[in-house]
């Protein structure tokens, strides 16, 4: 098992998601995308079920969130049990570049920190558009270079952070496959990555009880699982931030309407 393989499998298991940007980038992707009560949205890569009932609580819409690995999938439905939505919000298994679900269904599809992973971007991109209906949305919340070229030392960091042979996107790499998917109007709002709200996104992104729950989690997997004491060691020993990182990456939020 890589490391990419490692970390989304325990990240499951602990039940702990972040997309960079955090609440505040969701909630921007929501407007753009023209949220509200009415709107069927589609979160692909929903992890831990977060914004999914993020979106149903202060919206007031229906979403279906999918996730590649069946923990994610559990973790999400237990969240939104606890949560009271439950009638607003359902989750499947399944894979951004072959999503099981009709053409034209959804008014709104969107993605935060997913479509970097897939190995053949295109391809999940246009399954987005199929699903999502004419005159709907598709909006990304994505890691991008906001400066290139970065510094070797950037696009290694880059490289193990975010998984093996995985390369963030400049603005006009995401723009251009936005537009071979067949998406019109293309909108794009690149920032810089922000260290100190980074640190700070989770406790806001789940609230003290939730993270206190992940943390009990996480410690029952570390010293009850040797293989997740080797991860953590291995990514302690390469997880320095280089310098610069914040002159020369961060995300954008790219829409496009079908």
């Not at 237990?78 to 009638?87: E, F, M, R, T, V």
């Not at 987005?128 to 004419?134: D, G, L, Q």
């Not at 919340?141 to 070229?149: A, H, K, L, Q, R």
């Not at 496959?177 to 810089?192: D, P």
Request: with cysteine.
């Amino acid at each position: 098992m890589d490391q990419r393989e490692s970390f989304f499998d325990f990240a499951a298991q602990v039940g702990l998601t972040k997309h960079i940007g955090g609440v505040k980038a969701t909630q921007k992707l929501a407007e753009l995308c023209h949220i509200g009560k009415d709107t069927y949205v589609l979160d692909v890569g929903c992890g831990a079920g977060i914004t999914p009932c993020l979106l149903a609580k202060q919206y007031g819409c229906r979403v279906m969130g999918v996730d590649i690995r069946e923990g994610m999938v559990e973790r999400s439905r237990q969240w939104a049990k606890k949560a009271g939505l439950s009638h607003m919000v359902d989750f499947k298994v399944a894979d951004a570049q072959e999503l099981p679900f009709a053409n034209d269904l959804f008014d709104v599809v969107m993605t935060e920190s997913v479509t970097v992973f897939p190995p053949d971007k295109q391809k999940a991109v246009n399954e987005y558009t199929r699903v999502v209906k004419p005159g709907g949305f598709v909006g990304l919340n994505e890691s991008t270079w906001i400066n290139y070229p970065p510094p070797p030392e950037l696009i290694e960091w880059a490289a193990k952070d975010l998984g093996a042979n995985v390369y963030p996107l400049t603005e006009n790499d995401w723009k251009e496959v936005l537009k071979k998917a067949g998406l019109r109007e293309v909108s794009v709002k690149t920032y810089r990555i922000n260290l100190q709200e980074e640190s700070g996104g989770l406790l806001k992104r789940y609230g003290w009880g939730g993270m206190l729950s992940v943390m009990g989690r996480m410690l029952k997997l570390y010293y009850g699982n040797p293989a997740y004491r080797k991860f953590v060691k291995e990514i302690r020993q390469e997880g320095v931030i280089p310098a610069h990182l914040e002159e020369y990456f961060g995300y954008g939020i790219y829409i496009g309407n079908k």
